[in-house]
């Protein structure tokens, strides 16, 4: 996982003596919230959100793609985290940041196709040229990324790869710190996104651990398309108990996304447009409470 790189830019001149406090938005969704947030951040103006506070989604690396389950999700950016603090990474981080400086200087585009295929020519070059599992730990940074990109150039026709590849990757993905920074984990509580056995409450785990870490833990109950309906008034005339059950109504889609689609013309998970008549009836509602704080930063 990473900061997406042209998201948070700064809309005010801060004086040197100020702190920007930054909120680490880690999404169970991969597109969905990414874009609504997009757009708070372009209207941050209007909504009059204070300049001396910063949203920076984090966006999933390659080998994450996909990725739902909250508990694996908490786990990987922790797991993240202490890479940056240690400076010790694993072999499949860094095929991920191969990856991300790829996709950032346009070499790798939208290609699924591509993008598995360098993947796999990645994995091969960690198996047979290096010698080592995705879990092992990075042995020689330097010589490894020469070694990995070498094998990449014979293996396929992706070119341009800088020769100082090693540098660029070294930097933090994530600059996190917590002393004055925040990450706040904002996930669905439907039936699909956790694990709610008694040996095995994912729930109560990812509350516990956020807690324990100082992170912020955000529910959108059941789903976050019901976040986005609390912007219309017309939310108050939808039926109260399909909108907790959230239950499929097309082969497609379930009760939420398919009242939302009434009010937002084409909306799909991956594409859509908030817009100004998606501000215009209620600012942003807040979030569920979980025994940590209130989402009031993002009013």
Known sequence: ???????????????????KQRYFLVFEGASTEKIYFEALETARDDLE????????PIIRSYSED??????KILDRIISNLEEEKTGQFTYESLLNRIMDYLYDE???????????????????????????????NVDNLVDDCNRLTEYLNQES??????????????TSNITYDNRFDKICLIVDRDKESF????????YDYVL???QEKGFGFY???????????????DVFELDRDKLLENPQVTAKRRYTEHELRKLLPGYSKRKYRPGRRFQAEAHPPLYSRTGLEEADWLL
């Open 195 to 202: 694990f709610a056995l008694p040996e095995n409450n994912q």
């Open 66 to 71: 996909g990725w739902s389950n909250p508990k």
């Open 106 to 136: 346009k070499i790798l585009t939208t290609s699924k196709v591509q993008a598995h295929a360098v993947w796999r020519i990645l994995e091969e070059g960690c198996e047979k040229i290096l010698k080592k599992c995705l879990t092992n």
């Open 208 to 210: 516990q651990t956020c």
């Open 1 to 19: 996982m990473r900061e997406s790189r042209t998201f948070a830019a700064r809309t005010k001149v801060l004086k040197s003596d100020e702190v």
């Open 219 to 233: 529910i959108s109950n059941p789903c976050f398309e019901f976040w986005l309906l609390l912007h219309f008034n």
């Open 49 to 56: 959100i204070n300049p001396l506070i910063e949203l920076v």
């Open 157 to 170: 026709d992706v070119a341009n790869i800088v020769e100082d590849i090693s540098d660029i990757i070294q």
